[in-house]
């Protein structure tokens, strides 16, 4: 039977290679998208390369598409083996902790911790239903207290208190959840791509999104002996 992924903001970046090299692994890959016609141009990309990609419409911050796009793939699939919450920003006006705005903050707590929270509320009882489902939370270095509480790192230099604080909560997240989810054979992760060269990370930046895929896609494929409640870069576990 063929697994079934779901892969949020997959409609460009890092979030469209992770569907690709899941596509390549064998799953139909549901590409989420908050534009429904950027996530068809991107599925026609991935159906193109001979992949199994379908394009679903996903807003995290709306609840009403949120329980939509559950609706739909409960309809057509019946189980989902695999979520990727990969959709994230950066707001517009992010900055350090004594010049951030309140709408700042709270934008980006709204689309990465509590959309976040919100998409997986909905498709649990779907990723119940599989045999050994994953969850996989993308995460960041900059949430790490280890890293950026340290004043030789380059973390502790980059003044984005709402993406780094909202991505600290994920991480919070992740291992609630990994608890509540000990012994269903659901394992929730969460990775951390690097700085990878997309919209929000920059042209400029040194690793491809293919390579910042590549982390997440292993905790996504994990067997059944993987961890659980944790954040994972290339190079390992990540101190928090």
Not at 151 to 177: C, D, F, I, Q
Not at 183 to 190: A, F, K, R, Y
Not at 211 to 235: F, N, R, W
């Amino acid at each position: 039977m063929t697994k079934i992924a779901l892969v949020t903001g997959a409609n460009k970046g890092i979030g469209k290679e992770i569907a690709r090299q899941l596509g390549e692994g064998g799953f139909t890959v549901l590409v989420g998208s908050r534009d429904l016609a950027r996530g068809e141009a991107a599925v026609k990309e991935l159906v193109a390369e001979g992949l199994d990609a379908v394009a679903v419409q996903l807003e995290v911050t709306d609840a009403k598409s949120v329980d939509a796009a559950t609706s739909l793939v409960a309809r057509s699939y019946g189980q989902l083996d695999v979520l990727v919450n990969n959709a994230a920003v950066i707001p517009v006006g992010d900055d350090a902790a004594a010049g951030i705005a309140d709408d700042v903050l709270r934008e980006a707590f709204e689309v990465n911790v509590i959309g976040l929270v919100r998409v997986t509320q909905a498709f649990l009882p779907l990723l119940r239903k599989a045999e050994r489902a994953r969850i996989v939370n993308l995460s960041t270095s900059l949430a790490s207290f280890e890293l950026v509480g340290d004043p030789e790192s380059r973390m502790s230099t980059v003044r984005t208190l709402g993406y780094n604080a909202s991505k600290a909560a994920v991480n919070m997240v992740t291992v609630m959840l990994a608890n509540e989810l000990r012994g269903t054979g659901i394992l929730v992760n969460g990775a951390d791509p690097g700085n990878c060269a997309t919209d929000m990370g920059g042209w400029s930046a040194p690793r491809t999104p293919s390579q910042g895929a590549a982390v997440a896609v292993q905790l996504a494929t994990v067997g059944a002996d993987g961890p659980t409640g944790h954040v994972y870069a290339e190079e390992g576990r990540l101190p928090w």
